[in-house]
């Protein structure tokens, strides 16, 4: 009897983790800078980004972020469809080639070991579609939205984030029916904890302190990039140690 091969899977978030900027901050700068989010909309989030820049206190870029999210969703229900295509467009063009290289690397040799590639992101899923499609993935989630009857962006209407990154990984699994054994998952934040705890091979890249406390406390594998050099944090003994990987 013939038996069906069970594929192995990798799920990346893409903000932070491929892409070594947030797509979702991109695009919400891109429509304010282009006018569609209102006249002040544009001044007010880049005093944020410049008050995190400048490390005004800890928790800046919390405060940036939540500017940042605010001023999109008040501004939504006057955004054209057509400009929020052409931010995803002007994103997308000149953000798909920053990558970190280990995350870069590793897709490309997992895609070469026969597994299949998710993408789990809080970011525009016509954004993640595009990134997906640009480095050969096989399905991504992101987040969607309504549309109005005279072609303005409406409420969210699914988000990973805000729904759970945990059953958007479950629903990909179920839909491509691959085996969690020898499964990876691959994230820099606290929202993408539920995904490394569902596969064998976590791995915190880049984490923030939040993942990085988690990591430590499971024992997962840690990766931090800088620059050119790619370190590796294993946990030994009930330590971890730092070794460079290239």
């Not at 490309?108 to 480095?135: D, T």
């Not at 009930?238 to 460079?244: E, I, W």
């Amino acid at each position: 009897m013939k038996t069906t091969e069970v594929k192995k899977f990798a799920v990346f978030d893409i903000d932070g983790t491929v892409i070594r900027w947030q797509l979702y901050h991109a695009i919400v700068h891109e429509l304010a800078k282009m006018g569609a989010m209102g006249p002040k909309a544009d001044l007010l989030i880049r005093q944020a980004r410049m008050n995190w820049k400048q490390r005004l206190h800890h928790d800046s870029f919390h405060d940036y972020e939540m500017v940042l999210v605010e001023e999109y969703r008040k501004a939504r229900h006057q955004i054209k469809i057509s400009d929020f295509e052409t931010a995803v467009d002007t994103v997308f063009d000149a953000y798909k080639d920053q990558v970190y290289n280990y995350t870069r690397d590793l897709i490309k040799r997992l895609k070469g070991e026969g597994y299949m590639l998710f993408a789990v992101s809080g970011s525009q899923q016509e954004i993640v579609e595009k990134f997906g499609a640009y480095y050969g993935f096989d399905d991504v989630i992101g987040s969607s939205y309504t549309r109005t009857p005279d072609g303005k962006l409406g409420e969210t209407a699914y988000s990973p984030v805000l729904d759970g990154k945990g059953p958007a990984l479950k629903k990909l699994i179920d839909k491509h029916g691959v085996s969690l054994a020898e499964s990876y998952a691959i994230g820099d934040s606290l929202s993408d904890a539920v995904m490394l705890e569902m596969v064998e091979r976590p791995i915190a890249f880049n984490p923030d302190d939040n993942l990085y406390n988690k990591a430590r406390s499971e024992g997962w594998d840690i990766v931090v990039e800088r620059k050119n050099v790619v370190y590796q944090l294993r946990k030994s003994d009930g330590s971890y140690l730092l070794a460079a990987t290239n």
